[in-house]
């Protein structure tokens, strides 16, 4: 058996786990606000300016920036072994990993212009 | 209740046939039958060539994982009342090539087995007196050594199926019950084979080890736990000097 060290393996789990405990914890409240409370009026929903204010605060840039990265690379990872063991097409290992990665790194630049264009 | 069942059994007689066929088996219908006792009533009153593997009766031994019903189950804990009216289809264990009947091969897994080390691996000579743990210790690792080395979840494992070097759900998790034994000083050396591509991170977590698991192991659980102390001893590798990893 070949002992190979893979060491961007574990970074891509770390950023796989860390993104669906922070899409877990982050992503129902903020669709629970934005998505049913304040639309039906169950909250005062907060004006432009004030979340304007919010958003270009460096923290909740940093903290919304992250949880973009994050989720985006967790969803890659669960899509790259979801083609390529579900569909069986290990032969396109690196096709399949470009791809999925790719499009998670695409998304976090936009994601990254997208809260820096904010400002 | 009916008074008879029948059993589907999966045949395989590489002398006579060149690929599995099904043998129908009617079998008395008991309320206290397992499956195993159903194959036993097969094997010494119906069809003595019906090969498989059995021995404790108990879930001890794990000598009679089989695919019943399309499950990767022990056939001594798997009760004919739980798949009346049947017929029950009885095939060998998945992802390993069959010997004969019900009996599959099991080198794969005994020669990747010595590769984790699954033995108390020590600094200095054992004390005279007994190596006493807390409670606490013992707990740490206790769950992991509840295998019986059954091979259900490697029958159940999508990811062993597909990939043959693959450690497999219950290597990692005796090397687990080893590596969170505190007397046991051999993680550093089972680190390279379990962070290897073959080992830990071949696992995709689709759980199916922990549910087949009959004895409540959790290798899922014990390839997580790795995968974040692995990912640990990597972020730290890549961040510190050399001395202070």
């Known amino acids: ?119 | 209740m009916a008074d008879t069942i029948t059993l589907e059994v999966a045949r395989y007689r590489p002398e006579q046939e060149d690929e599995p066929t099904t043998q129908c088996y009617e079998i008395p219908m008991r309320r206290e039958w397992t499956v195993l006792d159903g194959l036993n009533h097969v094997k010494d009153r119906l069809d003595g060539t019906l090969s498989f593997r059995w021995s404790c009766r108990m879930g001890i031994c794990g000598s009679c994982g089989m695919t019943i019903d399309g499950d990767p189950v022990l056939a001594c804990e798997t009760f004919l009342t739980d798949h009346h009216p049947g017929p029950v289809r009885v095939e060998p264990l998945r992802n390993f090539p069959v010997i004969r009947d019900l009996v599959v091969e099991l080198t794969d897994f005994m020669a990747k087995l010595p590769h984790v080390m699954p033995w108390l691996v020590a600094d200095e000579p054992p004390p005279d007196t007994e190596y006493l743990q807390k409670p606490a210790e013992v707990d740490e690792y206790q769950q992991y050594s509840m295998c019986i080395n059954c091979m259900l979840c490697y029958a159940a494992c999508p990811v062993y199926g597909l990939e043959r070097d693959f450690l497999g759900p219950a290597l990692i998790a005796l090397a687990q019950r080893y590596n969170l034994d505190s007397r046991d000083h051999g993680d550093h050396d089972r680190l390279e084979i379990l962070s290897a591509p073959e080992g830990i991170w071949d696992c995709t977590f689709v759980g199916e080890c922990s549910r087949a698991c009959p004895k409540g192991v959790d290798p899922a659980g014990a390839i997580q736990r790795y995968k974040l102390e692995a990912a640990k001893r990597t972020v730290r590798s890549l961040l510190l000097p050399r001395g202070r990893r």
């Open chain 1, 1 to 119: 058996m070949t002992v190979v060290r893979r060491p961007v393996e574990p970074l891509l789990w770390l950023a796989f786990s860390a993104g669906g405990v922070l899409a877990a914890l982050l992503v129902p409240a903020l669709l629970l606000l934005f998505g049913v409370a304040f639309p039906l009026g169950w909250l005062p929903a907060p004006g432009y300016p004030h979340l304007d204010a919010v958003v270009r605060h460096p923290l909740v840039r940093l903290v919304l920036f992250a949880l973009c990265v994050l989720a985006l690379f967790h969803a890659a990872h669960r899509l790259r072994y979801t083609v390529r063991d579900g569909l069986q097409l290990r032969r396109l290992s690196g096709l399949i990993d470009a791809s999925c990665y790719g499009a998670a790194l695409a998304g976090s630049a936009a994601a990254g212009y997208l809260l820096l264009a904010a400002g």
